[in-house]
């Protein structure tokens, strides 16, 4: 019995001061997503991204209509060419499509490497700005708003933090 009692003591003196000190934690909310798309840096890196990927699809597509017609071209004149000379022509024209095809994946990754760098590079750029708000409002945890089911609208500091965001990185270089 004599133990049951030190136990229940220590059990209670624990919930106590757990939710003492939960009492002074405070939790804000940001939108990761948001914040990327519609800060100034992120809108820019969104149409560089969109506008070199575009074009590159543009190309591309010029480049299909060529290899296409090479293929017509070459299958209208089976019968008039030799095997060999058949077979030399197939062949470089398969090396065109697979040089199409691996500058084609070329370009994709490029864009992909590109989008990723943007990324980090914002996520980078907020993080400082997000410990100075956190220090300068004592806020103990910034989560990502998505992770939550629900959200009290006092608590999101998206609009807050864009604009922190867009005073420190106006935009980012990703050539």
Known sequence: ??????????????????????????????DLKVVLNESKAGKKAQDFLKSSAEKNIERFKKIEETLK???????????????????K????????VQNYQKERNDSLQKIA???????????????????NYSKENSVSVILNKKDALYIDPSTDITNTIIKHLNEKLPSINLK
Do not use: G, H, W
């Not at 017609?69 to 077979?87: G, H």
């Not at 022509?89 to 065109?96: F, P, T, V, Y």
């Open 89 to 96: 022509m197939a062949d470089n024209l398969r090396k065109e």
């Open 113 to 131: 490497q590109q989008r990723s760098t943007a990324r980090s590079q914002l996520i980078e750029a907020l993080k400082p700005i997000l410990e």
């Open 69 to 87: 017609e090479k293929e017509t071209d070459l299958i209208a004149k089976k019968n008039v060419l030799s095997k060999e000379e058949y077979k």
């Open 1 to 30: 019995m004599k133990y049951f009692v030190k136990f229940f003591v220590i059990t209670f003196l624990l919930f106590l001061c757990t939710s003492i000190q939960a009492a002074d934690i405070k939790i804000l909310f940001i």
